[in-house]
């Protein structure tokens, strides 16, 4: 009779130490704008519900390895939003800066013959040099509220996949 008893314990100590996630890397208090599941790792861009910070965060549940936030700064200093229509689709970016690294966090539609083919991910440049192009597994795409909500700037081609 104990040992049903530890382990219903163990899974209460359990649930109550790790930290609780909505989606992606995003807090319970946090909507997601961007949520990027990658092979061994994921990147979201999540919104503060209460006050209105933006934070995104990669890596894994157990171990961020990359934090940028827009915490104490005024909004549009850190994250800019992007995009451009294209016949039959478009393309959006969310763009922000840290270290000489700039990382695109984007979503494309384009029209093809055999209907609409979409792709999300991450590029990402050191200096003007363009270093990596992550892919997404998952369904990922940029929110509707980051249109109204990410300060807007000027559309660049980043050469996403």
Same mark, same amino acid.
């Given at each position: 009779?104990?040992? %049903?008893?530890? $382990?219903?314990?163990?899974?209460?100590?359990?649930?109550?130490? #790790?930290?609780?996630?909505?989606?992606?890397?995003?807090? +319970?208090? +946090?909507?997601?704008?961007?949520?990027?599941?990658?092979?061994?790792? #994921?990147?979201?861009?999540?919104?503060?519900?209460?006050?209105?910070?933006? #934070?995104?965060? =990669?890596?894994?549940?157990?171990?961020? +390895?990359?934090?940028? !936030?827009?915490?104490?700064?005024?909004?549009?200093? @850190?994250?800019?939003? !992007?995009?451009? %229509? &294209?016949?039959?689709?478009?393309?959006?970016?969310?763009?922000?800066?840290?270290? $000489? &690294? #700039? =990382?695109?966090? =984007?979503? /494309?539609?384009? /029209?093809?013959?055999?209907?609409?083919?979409?792709?999300?991910? *991450?590029?990402? &440049?050191?200096? *003007?040099?363009?270093?990596?192009?992550?892919?997404?597994?998952?369904?990922?795409?940029?929110?509707? !509220?980051? =249109?109204?909500? @990410?300060?807007?700037?000027? &559309?660049?081609?980043?050469? !996403? /996949?």
């Amino acid at each position: 009779m104990k040992k %049903p008893f530890l $382990g219903f314990l163990f899974a209460i100590i359990l649930a109550f130490s #790790t930290t609780v996630r909505a989606e992606g890397m995003c807090g +319970e208090n +946090e909507s997601v704008i961007f949520n990027c599941e990658l092979h061994s790792s #994921t990147a979201s861009l999540c919104e503060a519900k209460d006050a209105k910070v933006l #934070t995104y965060r =990669y890596g894994k549940e157990e171990k961020i +390895e990359l934090e940028i !936030s827009d915490a104490g700064f005024k909004r549009g200093n @850190i994250f800019h939003f !992007s995009d451009v %229509p &294209y016949s039959g689709g478009g393309e959006a970016h969310i763009r922000f800066s840290r270290g $000489g &690294y #700039t =990382y695109y966090l =984007y979503d /494309k539609t384009v /029209k093809t013959e055999s209907g609409p083919q979409f792709s999300a991910g *991450i590029v990402i &440049y050191r200096g *003007i040099r363009r270093i990596g192009d992550r892919i997404c597994v998952n369904d990922a795409s940029i929110r509707q !509220s980051a =249109y109204s909500e @990410i300060e807007r700037e000027e &559309y660049r081609d980043i050469r !996403s /996949k």
